[in-house]
């Protein structure tokens, strides 16, 4: 019996004892202590001269940075950027991820990425992105996604002047993704037009769950660190800074009512120049919040803004996600939310080639991975471990390709 569950845990990609975990441990483990200081120790030796070379076979078996052809930048975060690359094996075009593990390290911040990964790689919805394969080297992480040629809600916004319908929309189908991730069990914390990504069909997913945090049993998070862009973020997360804060989902609720007022008035409702000066706005909304005069948005755009827009206990969402359904805002003659996914989209992009990045800002590379920037630790810090186990893949893979011999 413990055979068979010992394999069977060898075999599940949830696991962390699965195949692909125990080889990121052992090349890790050879990474970490193949340098010359290390080495001059006799047990460090005689292991790095065992497994080396086995550590270079397997690495050259894996999926690697080269297996795919860069094509664009296009986007950049705090520790990475996101480059359209081509697949060589099957041509199919992805947007890779690169999180550099050198910064994560210098800044203590290298545990966010689990979420995205596990959300991405199975949440098995169409709201959100896809994680096609995840892999490591000891430079960076990458993630290798879905490729979304209609861009994200900012370029959007910045290309069309958005009508109510459209806002109408975009907002059913963003309430659907945020649905969709709160049934999982967490919370965004940074939900914007930059996180709303358009497919080649023009329905849109959720994609950045960087700042993603896993509800407990009673449906809230305990965490000090007040995650987000300023302009979202809701006045229970800002208020609690420091202490620790208890808070739920509903903060996700905020941030729509922020992206409505946005897509409608085509600027934040608490903006300010001064980042002080938003964040007293957003404690204060309910005198900060106001409506142009001479902004065109109809009575029950404004009443859906301010549901949203309240203090967490009589914030619209709090209850369940169908009061939001049931809003009055909603109401149209060409879909509902059971018909979205297969109502016409606003905008459908148009594409030349299945690389098109039209719909994407130009962004220049930072080529910042010449080896001078890398230099070799002094000794053992272990900087290879908090990546151990982030390796993944959506289909053929060693653990796949085990499961499906006659013999298991
Ligand atoms: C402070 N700590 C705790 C952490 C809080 C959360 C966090 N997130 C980070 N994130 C990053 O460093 C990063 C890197 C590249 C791109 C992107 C996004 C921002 C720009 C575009 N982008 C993105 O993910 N795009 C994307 C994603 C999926 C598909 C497609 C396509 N097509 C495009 C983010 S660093 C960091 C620190």
Redesign the pocket.
Known sequence: MEQEELLRQLLDARSPINIESLLDTITALVNDCKIPVLMRMKSIDNFINRYERVVESLSSMRMKACDFRQLKV?????????H?VRHNKSNTVY?M???NKDD?IK?A?S???WE?RDI?AHANSDWI?RLQYAFQDPRYLY?V?????G??LVNLMTTYDVSEKWTRFYTAELVEALAALHEMGYIHR?VKP??M?ISRSGHI?L??F??CVKMNEGGVVRCS?A?GTPDYISPEVLRNQGQDAEFGKEVDWWSVGVFIYEMLIGETPFYAEALVSTYTNIMNHKTSLKFPDDAQISEKAKDIIKRFLSAAPERLGKNSVDEIRAHRFFVNDEWNFSTLRNATPPIIPTLKSDDDTTH?EEIESKDRDNQETFQLPKTFNGNQLPFIGFTYSNEYSPVNGLKNQKQL
Do not use: C, S
């Not at 296009?74 to 996101?82: C, D, L, Q, S, T």
């Open positions: 296009i986007g950049r975060g705090a520790f990475g950027e996101v359209l947007a991820k690169m999180l994560m800044r911040d545990a966010f990425f995205e991405m992105v993630m996604m879905e490729y979304m040629p861009g994200d940074d930059d996180n990504l997913k994609a950045d960087g700042t660190t995650v994407f």
